[in-house]
């Protein structure tokens, strides 16, 4: 199912709305400005007027009569530094590409940001006049801000916001022009101190761990929504013969106690046929204003979401007055559901294997950093986010583990569309510099000691804030990602980075969320909580198989990692590269020799009992050249016909 947005309601100012080009930017003072090393064929097309135009949040569009209610902001930015402690600055430093990072080459700025400074945002917009009449309420949406993020319109304060990876938002309808001009500003702090949440970023970038990144790096929009009320979320769940819904109705003042609102919802097929209809009552709320309605269809002749088939049901929601004999809508939003189911069963040796829909599915899929060498962690358009999905489909993987990342939203819409299983890490929370155990100086380690799967897993201490604000982190990358039917497994940990309260972080995510599978440390040190036992080994796979790992399906977390440097399609020239085992001298026919070793290992080891295998990785980044396909995306170093038929004994049996 294709779902488009429309074009916004809302303009910028036209001193915003300059030809992007290096010169401009350079001449209007964007300090520290460094020459783009390598660009994709994507970011070369990157324009103010183009830059990420997609509509963000494709499981909830909402419908309107009128016309278009959403607005990207993205764009030119005034930006400045600061000390951490100055107040909105006075001139700017220059101009700032919207959504990449400071520290981007896209951005136009290319600046690291350090610890003890803040990064401060200007945009002025404008209302079209279509979206300045009636009663209506002005969300300003944040797809992800990294790390702690304030936020002003017009002077008055909206609020704040602590964590780098996932959405969150702001009524502004108290201090929205609706005539004129108004100014956003956004103040940005990442020291990226002890255990901030940060995945593969770090202070110093290298070996493994890359360049970090502060601030705006995914969409900022502007929602208008209708003033009595609407349907801010839903969490979706679909099984062999039903799809469930929860849906959040945000209510306003005037309907607060007065009940008197219906939620309708329809299913349809591929073909716009009816599925299925169900209604039911808005309850009352209280003081949240946040009211939920749960509603589920049964399908008469389910067509179930496979890899092969990945079918996807509309939906259809409709918030109506249910006191008024016309039954008046109020709100109206689209949505999409795939109907699947993710287990595990024993088969005829005894063995644990991952299943979907009933039935079993080994699965075999590329490390997915989601890093790019002009963006960061911004991909520099929708087209190349989705260019890597289609790399891994047609080289004939079937899953994606999405590594210590929370992609936009859009990407999981790709998945969910081009029927791509994946696996999804928490980003880790976790200081790089702190790995070496001569220099952890915390009794018990933040870190732990990296036992793998040895019998006496070593388990890290962190202080109950720290803690706090990680299973914070953790619901919110659930509550974005949930009703996504690509995702089948949560790994919570990666190693041992951060690793901590292992046992109950894995029982709650199981409670939390009963759908799918616990991967509870990738390739970390193991206990008993879960679903997976997941060994890491370069370059070529072994796991210890033993009679205590019996009751967990099998994997092999990460393996391969064989690296060829290409020469031209380089993070830097001058950087050391590297991969795992050693560098392929020989070029393209030595490291498929490598590739074929590690996959007929990986067979062995499925016969014994291995039930999933994860092949680092799909791209270089950075130092690394273990990618299959060049950081820059212009080379594959293995074509996808040659590695479909490599992968296809894994696959057949």
């Known amino acids: 199912m294709a779902i488009k947005a429309q074009l916004p309601q809302c303009r910028q100012p036209a001193s915003s709305s300059n030809a992007w080009n290096w010169s401009l930017v350079s001449l209007m003072g964007t300090a520290h400005f460094k020459k783009p090393q390598l660009l994709t064929e994507w970011g070369t097309g990157v324009t103010p007027e183009n830059v990420w135009r997609e509509y963000p949040r494709p499981q909830l569009v909402r419908g309107s009569s009128s016309g278009s209610n959403s607005c990207s902001l993205n764009g030119l930015w ?20 919207v959504p990449f990072a400071v520290e981007s080459q896209l951005s136009g700025v290319q600046r690291l940001l350090e610890p003890t400074e803040a990064l401060w945002y200007q945009c002025r917009f404008a209302l079209r006049r279509a979206a300045a009449v009636g009663q209506q309420r002005f ?27 996932t959405p969150f938002a702001f009524d502004a309808s108290h201090l929205m022009h609706r005539t004129g001009s108004n100014t956003l500003v956004v103040r940005v702090r990442d020291a990226m101190e002890g255990m901030q949440i940060r995945g593969k970023q770090s202070p110093v970038a290298e070996n493994i761990f890359y360049t970090r990144v502060s601030g705006i790096w995914q969409t900022v929009w502007l929602e208008i929504v209708p003033w009595e009320a609407h349907i801010e979320e839903l969490a979706i769940t679909a099984d062999l013969s039903r799809i469930s819904l929860n849906a959040g109705i945000a209510v306003g003042q005037s309907l607060l106690q007065a009940g008197g609102l219906v939620l309708e919802l329809k299913a349809h097929h591929a073909n716009g046929a009816l599925a299925g209809r169900v209604m039911g009552s808005v309850p009352p709320v209280s003081i949240s204003h946040l009211a939920e309605v749960s509603l589920t269809v049964h399908i008469a002749v389910p067509r179930l979401w496979t890899p092969h088939s990945p079918h996807l049901y509309a939906l259809h929601l409709y918030l109506r007055r249910h006191d ?11 949505s999409y559901a795939g109907m699947r189911t993710v287990g595990t069963k024993r088969d005829a040796t005894g063995q644990l294997r991952l299943t979907l829909n009933g039935e079993e599915l080994f699965q075999l899929g590329p490390l997915d950093q989601g890093w790019w060498p002009d963006g960061l962690l911004t991909p520099p358009s929708d087209a190349a986010l989705l260019s890597d999905v289609q790399f891994a489909k047609a080289a004939g993987f079937n899953i994606i583990r999405k590594h210590v990342k929370v992609e936009s939203r859009r990407f999981y819409y790709h998945c969910d569309r081009l029927g791509m299983l994946l696996w999804q890490d928490q980003p880790s929370g976790f200081d790089p510099r702190a790995w070496s155990l001569k220099k952890r100086k915390a009794n018990p380690p933040m870190t732990p000691h990296w036992s793998r799967l040895e019998v006496a897993p070593a388990e890290g201490y962190w202080h109950t804030t720290d803690h706090m604000q990680f299973m914070a982190e953790l619901e919110a990358m659930i509550r974005t990602l949930f009703s996504h039917p690509s995702i089948v497994v949560w790994v919570p940990f990666n190693e041992a980075w951060g690793q901590h309260d292992t046992v109950a972080v894995g029982e709650w995510l199981q409670r939390r969320d009963p759908t799918r599978l616990v991967n509870v440390a990738s390739g970390g040190n193991f206990w008993p909580v879960g679903h997976i036992v997941d060994a890491h080994s ?41 991969g795992y085992g050693r560098l392929s001298e020989e070029g393209r026919d030595e490291l498929i020799g490598r590739y074929q070793e590690s996959v007929r290992a990986l067979l062995t080891l499925k016969k014994q009992g291995i039930a999933a295998g994860i092949y680092t990785q799909t791209t270089d ?22 590695l479909r038929r490599i992968h296809e004994p894994l696959l057949s049996e």
């Open 78 to 97: 005034k930006y400045a530094v600061t000390s951490a402690a100055a107040t909105v600055p006075r001139r700017w430093d220059g101009h700032i590409l």
């Open 139 to 165: 969300f300003l949406r944040f797809e992800a801000v990294d790390y702690q993020t304030e936020v002003w319109l017009n002077g008055g304060y909206l609020g704040n916001h602590t964590g780098g990876y």
């Open 324 to 334: 008024d004999k016309r039954k008046a809508l109020i709100d109206s939003v689209s």
């Open 538 to 578: 370069y370059p070529h796979p072994d796991f210890p198989f033993e009679s205590r790992f019996d009751e967990y399906v099998k994997v092999m977390g990460e393996f391969g990692g064989h690296g060829w440097a290409v020469h031209g399609h380089l993070w830097s020239a001058s950087t050391e590269h590297w």
């Open 621 to 642: 980044v950075e130092s690394e050249v273990n990618g299959l396909l060049t950081y820059d995306r212009k080379v594959a170093k293995i074509d996808v016909q040659t």
